[in-house]
Antibody
C-alpha cells in the first residue's frame, strides 16, 4: 500500500518561504504521481499541484502558480513543496498524497499525515 | 472549475441506521470519489470510480450515481463511522472537493 512520511510543523514569518518534505516507501516512487493539498482548519481540501516523480513533470492549480514549487529526489524517494511569500492565509495543514487510478481520472489513495504551517510574526 | 455541493452539511444517525449523503456537481463528471476524515487525521479513500470500494473499507459503505448527482450510503451506521465525508472529482481541472458532510453519532 505504501507510506508517506511528512516533515514536522513549521512556524514561519510573513513573507518567508518554507520547504516541506514527503518521504515515501512501500511503492515505486519513480512511477508515481504525487499531489500536494491544502486544508485550513474546519474547511475542505484544496488541490495545489502534482508532480510525476519519473520525469519531474508538474501541473499546478492556477491559484498556486508562482506560489508553490514542486520537486522530487528520486534517490531518497522524497517529494518536496516550496511555498513562497507566505501570508497568514497560507496557515493550514498541507498533505502529500499519491495518485491512484488512470491518467486524468485520479484519486488520492495514500496520504501523508500532514504538515501544519503557521504563518505569524 | 466544477463546484461540488454536498448535502446535508451535518447529520446524525443512530447505530444500525441507514445513512445516505449526496454530492451534486455543477457540471457532469465521469466519476466521483469519496473520502472519510476523522479529527486530527488525514483523509482516507473510501470509494473510487463512483462505486468501487477501496482496500480495507467495510462493505457497509457503497457509492452510486452518474452525471451531476452522486451519493454515498452506509447501510448500517456504526460508532466508528462518525466523521466528515468529502466527495472529489477529477473530470476537469482543477480537481475539486465538496465542503463535506459531517456525520455524527446519535
Amino acid at each position: 500500500q505504501g507510506q508517506m512520511q511528512q516533515s514536522g510543523a513549521e512556524l514561519v514569518k510573513p513573507g518567508a518561504s518554507v520547504k516541506l518534505s514527503c518521504k515515501t516507501s512501500g511503492f515505486t516512487f519513480s512511477s508515481s504521481y504525487i499531489s500536494w493539498l491544502k486544508q485550513k482548519p474546519g474547511q475542505s481540501l484544496e488541490w495545489i499541484a502534482w508532480i510525476y516523480a519519473g520525469t519531474g513533470g508538474t501541473s499546478y492549480n492556477q491559484k498556486f502558480t508562482g506560489k508553490a514549487q514542486l520537486t522530487v529526489d528520486t534517490s531518497s524517494s522524497t517529494a518536496y513543496m516550496q511555498f513562497s511569500s507566505l501570508t497568514t492565509e497560507d496557515s493550514a495543514i498541507y498533505y502529500c498524497a499519491r495518485h491512484g487510478g488512470n491518467y486524468g481520472y485520479w484519486y488520492f489513495d495514500v496520504w501523508g499525515a500532514g504538515t501544519t504551517v503557521t504563518v505569524s510574526s | 472549475q466544477i463546484v461540488l455541493t454536498q448535502s446535508p452539511a451535518i447529520m446524525s444517525a443512530s447505530p444500525g441506521e441507514k445513512v445516505t449523503m449526496t454530492c451534486s456537481a455543477s457540471s457532469s463528471v465521469s466519476y466521483m470519489y469519496w473520502y472519510q476524515q476523522k479529527p486530527g487525521s488525514s483523509p482516507r479513500l473510501l470509494i473510487y470510480d463512483t462505486s468501487n470500494l477501496a482496500s480495507g473499507v467495510p462493505v457497509r459503505f457503497s457509492g452510486s450515481g452518474s452525471g451531476t448527482s452522486y451519493s454515498l450510503t452506509i447501510s448500517r451506521m456504526e460508532a466508528e463511522d462518525a466523521a466528515t465525508y468529502y466527495c472529489q472529482q477529477w473530470s476537469s481541472y482543477p480537481p475539486t472537493f465538496g465542503a463535506g458532510t459531517k456525520l455524527e453519532l446519535k
